[in-house]
């Protein structure tokens, strides 16, 4: 086995600060794994494998970083467009081209509760325009949005950030709401249908899927 491309396990004890960080889930933005090694004849150091953590194996006693070689990525070889009868284009990305940006809605968070956020701003839209849409915090941290009704927004998870900026203006659940609120940004979201492609974004001169394919399996089936 070659080091320097093989994948790379460290533990970490389970008290340790840094492997806190991955317990529950993984942090918000990539970590990168650097592993130098010392050339004695030279007393220089050069760079032994360098990778990302993209998961974790916590048990009892330690955590486990499992790390991926950083250039393995680029070595794959690549999905070729899906037939489906739904968009296969990522919302906002490659292929349907929309600019994320002008569908930007700026607001406030008056409260929250977990993972609940209220934000009066959502309400200007009908229930459900922000379902598997994203809200984005100051500190450019994003959430996928669950369900949207009125001003509620109930997100994946928590944002530890807006909670902790949320507390830091001396605020609770049990005092009342943030005055003024806290800034933050939400995006509608997309269930890659044509109905939602047109109506909601007319971007239907990108959608990516094939409505209109057969449900019949080619591959199943006998031909003559």
Same mark, same amino acid.
């Given at each position: 086995?070659?080091? #320097? ?8 004890? /389970?008290?340790?600060? *840094? #492997?806190? %960080? ?16 010392? /050339? ?21 006693t330690k955590v486990t970083l499992v790390c991926e070689q950083i250039f393995s990525s680029m070595k794959r070889n690549g999905l070729g467009p899906r037939c489906q009868r739904l968009c296969r284009h990522a919302h906002y990305g490659r292929g349907c081209n929309l600019s994320i940006d002008d569908w930007a809605l *700026? ?8 993972? /609940?956020?209220?934000?009066?701003? #959502?309400?200007? $839209?009908? %229930? ?19 369900? &949207? ?5 109930? =997100? ?5 950030? =807006? ?5 830091? &203006? ?11 609120? /806290? #800034? ?7 269930? &890659? ?7 909601? *974004? !007319?971007?239907?001169? !990108?959608?990516?899927? $094939? ?5 019949? !399996?080619? *591959? ?5």
């Amino acid at each position: 086995n070659q080091v #320097a491309k093989d994948g790379l396990e460290i533990d970490f004890p /389970i008290s340790h600060g *840094f #492997a806190a %960080d991955f317990l529950g889930y993984m942090p918000e933005k990539i970590t990168t794994i650097t592993i130098w090694r010392l /050339i004695e004849d030279d007393g220089g150091y050069q760079v032994a494998w360098k990778g990302r953590v993209n998961g974790t194996k916590p048990v009892s006693t330690k955590v486990t970083l499992v790390c991926e070689q950083i250039f393995s990525s680029m070595k794959r070889n690549g999905l070729g467009p899906r037939c489906q009868r739904l968009c296969r284009h990522a919302h906002y990305g490659r292929g349907c081209n929309l600019s994320i940006d002008d569908w930007a809605l *700026f607001g406030a968070v008056d409260a929250i509760d977990g993972a /609940i956020v209220t934000m009066p701003a #959502a309400a200007t $839209k009908a %229930d459900g325009y922000y379902n598997g849409g994203m809200l984005l915090t100051n500190d450019g941290t994003f959430r996928y949005i669950l369900t &949207h009704v009125g001003v509620t927004l109930t =997100l994946m998870r928590s944002i530890g950030a =807006l909670l902790q900026d949320y507390a830091n &203006h001396g605020y609770g659940n049990n005092y009342g709401n943030v005055y003024g609120g /806290i #800034a933050a940004t939400i995006y509608p979201g997309c269930d &890659h249908s044509t109905t939602t492609c047109k109506a909601t *974004f !007319n971007n239907l001169d !990108n959608y990516g899927g $094939k409505p209109w394919m057969s449900g019949e !399996n080619l *591959f199943s089936k006998s031909v003559f």
